[in-house]
Nanobody, 127 residues
Framework: QVQLVESGGGLVQAGGSLRLACAAS????????MGWFRQAPGKEREFVAA????????SHADSVKGRFTISRDNAKNTVYLQMNNLKPEDTAVYYC????????????????????WGQGTQVTVSS
């Protein structure tokens, strides 16, 4: 069993920054691909960013490219999402996901690829 706990959300003005963290426990973190998704009110959960278990490969949604960066620290069992130049449309609950069957270079953009999820952290961007 894997436990994921997100943190770092909050209220920020447009143009501001936040760094989300997702701390994992329960299994070998370093050999698992991770991803961030978000869900705004009335909308479906959507892909934000993903990172391979080595950290050498990443993928970002077009809507956040150039503003958000995913990274990981395997020594701390934590994956991060640095969010800069935030916009009101980034307002959502952000979730991290864990892929227990990932390959060395795999990055995964679909929810179905993830086996475990955190409880989410709210990000609100005011205009």
């Amino acid at each position: 069993q894997v436990q994921l706990v997100e943190s770092g959300g909050g209220l920020v003005q447009a143009g501001g920054s936040l760094r989300l963290a997702c701390a994992a426990s329960g299994r070998t973190f370093s050999m698992r691909a991770m991803g961030w998704f978000r869900q705004a009110p009335g909308k479906e959960r959507e892909f934000v960013a993903a990172i391979s278990w080595s950290g050498g490969y990443t993928s970002h949604a077009d809507s956040v490219k150039g503003r958000f960066t995913i990274s990981r620290d395997n020594a701390k069992n934590t994956v991060y999402l640095q969010m800069n130049n935030l916009k009101p449309e980034d307002t959502a609950v952000y979730y991290c996901g864990d892929n227990s069957k990932s390959s060395l270079s795999g990055v995964y953009q679909t929810q179905e690829s993830y086996d475990y999820w955190g409880q989410g952290t709210q990000v609100t961007v005011s205009s």
